[in-house]
């Protein structure tokens, strides 16, 4: 096995980047820190607007450098700062998708003096025109009542009907409550739906995902539901541990994943929200 994949490594992505060999990752998939005040037991989600957005030019120029040439990006943001980070990326790629994933908030109060907020930013980018893209295996198949609608001659063989349809830039996927099987303790852990999505159509099957902010360690348990490799990064030990339990409990059903560092105990689940810290009112709706 190559000594940096399939790993999450605990440690700060500035200096895990140097692990990674240059044009060897054909997807960057990320959601950094969004800089709304939130405790991940460190400040990335702190900082001055100055300094987060100097950090947010510096980390993506120290990891652009280990894409493919035909590899892509996708990085989760808020309407706070998706504008100028959309920016700094569109000087250094093309911009292909915004795509905003409707978080599915019921409506319950909210803001008084603006709307509520409740969905995410997601920018999607590569670097050339050939980029890998498989629309096929992200399609989303017709529901049986409106393929029986489209019973008449003029549908008749439209490979369209049997394929299904693209899934579009609006992506309305519940965010994670305890309930959710699949959700673990990390404040902003993301839904594996969307994450796979993303992995199947812009990793080619076998190539490499690689995460700079693993959290819980989604991204890598997607890549591996997914038959890909991943790489990534996580400051946080607690939820280093929680990513390599989910990767174990993977491994535990047969998929091919490799131990991980160090010993890996059973999957914990459901211990609720991380502590937040005290941010405006408006801000803790992002999540
Ligand atoms: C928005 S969360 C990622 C959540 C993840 N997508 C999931 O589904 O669990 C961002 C994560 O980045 C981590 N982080 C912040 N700064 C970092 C750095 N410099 N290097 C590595 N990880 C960092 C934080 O500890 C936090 O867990």
Request: proline share 7%; glycine share 6%; net charge neutral.
């Amino acid at each position: 096995m190559t000594q940096w994949m399939n790993q999450v490594f605990c440690e700060d992505a500035m200096a895990g980047l140097a692990r990674v060999p240059d044009g060897s990752v054909d997807l960057i998939l990320t959601d950094p820190p969004y800089n709304l005040g939130k405790d991940y037991g460190n400040t990335s989600d702190q900082q001055s607007i100055e300094d987060y957005l100097a950090w947010t030019e510096a980390w993506i120029d120290a990891a652009l450098p280990k894409l493919k040439p035909n590899g892509s990006l996708y990085i989760f943001l808020t309407w706070r700062f998706s504008p100028e980070i959309f920016v700094m990326l569109k000087k250094r790629m093309t911009m292909m998708n915004e795509i905003i994933w409707d978080r599915r908030v019921p409506s319950m109060g909210g803001s008084t003096r603006s709307f509520s907020s409740v969905h995410d930013t997601i920018g999607f980018f590569v670097r050339r025109k050939d980029y890998y893209f498989d629309l096929d295996a992200v399609r989303i198949p017709y529901d049986a009542q409106t393929k029986k609608a489209r019973t008449r001659s003029i549908f008749v063989g439209a490979k369209w009907l049997e394929v299904g349809y693209n899934p579009k830039d609006l992506w309305s996927v519940s965010r994670l409550h305890r309930e959710h099987a699949e959700r673990v303790d990390h404040p902003t852990q993301k839904p594996l739906e969307i994450i796979e999505r993303m992995v199947k159509a812009s990793c080619p099957p076998d190539g490499v995902v690689m995460d700079l902010f693993m959290g819980s360690g989604t991204t890598a348990v997607a890549a591996r539901r997914c038959g890909r490799n991943f790489v990534g990064f996580e400051l946080n030990p607690e939820y280093c541990d929680v990513a390599r339990q989910r990767l174990a409990a993977l491994s535990e059903t047969g998929k091919p994943v490799p131990d991980p560092q160090g010993q890996v105990p059973a999957p914990r689940k459901g211990r609720g929200r991380a502590k937040t810290a005290p941010v405006p009112s408006e801000a803790l709706e992002q999540e």
